[in-house]
């Protein structure tokens, strides 16, 4: 079985999230994607299956769970989409995941570059709890915290606890212990640190063991949570930078389109730039 190599959120290869695509997997279980997913070791796997002409049907998976939607993997697979099945320089596509259905447009740039951008949809605010436990078990304090921000809830398909920090916070986080359970206390699915002076953010899986290089998916819930405490304007793209403290920085382009609790749009996007292929000469049983 073919796949493509890409990284995501860059235009330099080695650089940016890389993700393995698989654009034709119909026929494998779920049980066989993750077991893929876990011997590449990308920070995520997307499965595809062609419903028609324009859209997909995918599934996602990091090294421990599958994911009901993510970003990045989104993003890079409908670039490769493009390679195989567009000869046009602009192209959009339809992607069907657990939690939406989202479109994807893309633009090729130069041989194996493209620039893609991910319209997640609207955003819901799901409440500003208490984050003491959370900020604990990732080395912080309330004094950490942004006092002009407030932490908040936010989905675009998954559920962020948006946490704006100030100072050296960013560089200082750790995660001590696992999040699974203050994070599910709060109603929220993953952690997102926000340096929203810098436009800068971290991400690691809950356990702490993995962090993530840019997390396509929480980039567009702190996309809808600066847009509705009035730090960016309707529809102006910014730059939100991740990944540095991995040695792989990269930079997503982030749009918000609405105002205080209403945002009806989030726009995710970033350079593309394809890697490499492989071929699996054996499937898991």
Same mark, same amino acid.
């Given at each position: 079985?073919?796949?493509?190599?890409?990284?995501? $959120?860059?235009?330099?290869?080695?650089?940016?999230?890389?993700?393995?695509?698989?654009?034709?997997?119909?026929?494998?279980?779920?049980?066989?994607?993750?077991?893929?997913?876990?011997?590449?070791?990308?920070?995520?796997?997307? $499965?595809?299956?062609?419903?028609?002409?324009?859209?997909?049907?995918?599934?996602?998976?990091?090294?421990?769970?599958?994911?009901?939607?993510?970003?990045?993997?989104?993003?890079?697979?409908?670039?490769?989409?493009?390679?195989?099945?567009?000869?046009?320089?602009?192209?959009?596509?339809?992607?069907?995941?657990?939690?939406?259905?989202?479109?994807?447009?893309?633009? +090729?740039?130069?041989?194996?570059?493209?620039?893609? %951008?991910?319209?997640?949809?609207?955003?819901? $605010? &799901?409440?500003?709890?208490?984050?003491?436990?959370? !900020?604990?078990? !990732?080395?912080?304090?309330?004094?950490? !915290?942004?006092?002009? &921000?407030?932490?908040?809830?936010?989905?675009?398909?998954?559920?962020?606890?948006?946490?704006? %920090?100030?100072?050296?916070?960013?560089?200082?986080?750790?995660?001590?212990?696992? &999040?699974?359970?203050? &994070?599910?206390?709060?109603?929220?699915?993953?952690?997102?640190?926000?340096?929203?002076?810098?436009?800068?953010? +971290?991400?690691?899986?809950?356990?702490?063991?993995?962090?993530?290089?840019?997390?396509?998916?929480?980039?567009?819930?702190?996309?809808? $949570?600066?847009? +509705?405490?009035?730090?960016?304007?309707?529809?102006?793209?910014?730059?939100?930078?991740?990944?540095?403290?991995?040695?792989?920085?990269?930079?997503?382009?982030?749009?918000?389109?609405?105002?205080?609790?209403?945002?009806?749009?989030?726009?995710?996007?970033?350079?593309?730039?394809?890697?490499?292929?492989?071929?699996?000469?054996?499937?898991?049983?």
């Amino acid at each position: 079985m073919r796949y493509h190599h890409v990284d995501v $959120f860059t235009s330099r290869p080695y650089s940016g999230n890389s993700l393995a695509v698989f654009p034709e997997a119909a026929g494998l279980s779920g049980a066989q994607m993750a077991q893929i997913t876990r011997e590449l070791r990308h920070f995520e796997s997307i $499965f595809l299956v062609r419903e028609n002409a324009t859209t997909w049907a995918a599934r996602v998976f990091d090294l421990l769970d599958e994911l009901d939607f993510a970003g990045h993997p989104v993003i890079g697979a409908a670039c490769v989409l493009h390679a195989m099945h567009a000869d046009a320089d602009r192209a959009t596509w339809t992607i069907r995941l657990a939690a939406r259905t989202v479109r994807v447009t893309t633009r +090729r740039t130069g041989p194996g570059r493209y620039a893609s %951008v991910l319209d997640q949809g609207p955003a819901t $605010f &799901l409440g500003r709890p208490d984050v003491a436990a959370v !900020l604990s078990r !990732l080395s912080l304090g309330p004094e950490d !915290l942004d006092p002009d &921000l407030p932490a908040e809830v936010v989905s675009t398909g998954l559920r962020y606890l948006v946490l704006p %920090v100030r100072g050296d916070a960013l560089a200082r986080a750790r995660i001590t212990a696992d &999040l699974d359970a203050p &994070l599910a206390a709060v109603g929220a699915q993953f952690a997102y640190l926000l340096d929203a002076a810098g436009r800068e953010g +971290r991400h690691w899986n809950n356990d702490g063991h993995v962090e993530d290089v840019a997390t396509g998916s929480g980039a567009g819930c702190v996309a809808a $949570f600066l847009r +509705r405490h009035g730090r960016v304007g309707d529809g102006e793209p910014v730059t939100l930078r991740q990944g540095r403290f991995t040695g792989r920085p990269s930079e997503m382009t982030i749009v918000a389109y609405g105002r205080d609790e209403r945002i009806r749009s989030v726009e995710v996007g970033g350079g593309v730039v394809l890697v490499g292929e492989g071929e699996l000469r054996e499937l898991p049983r």
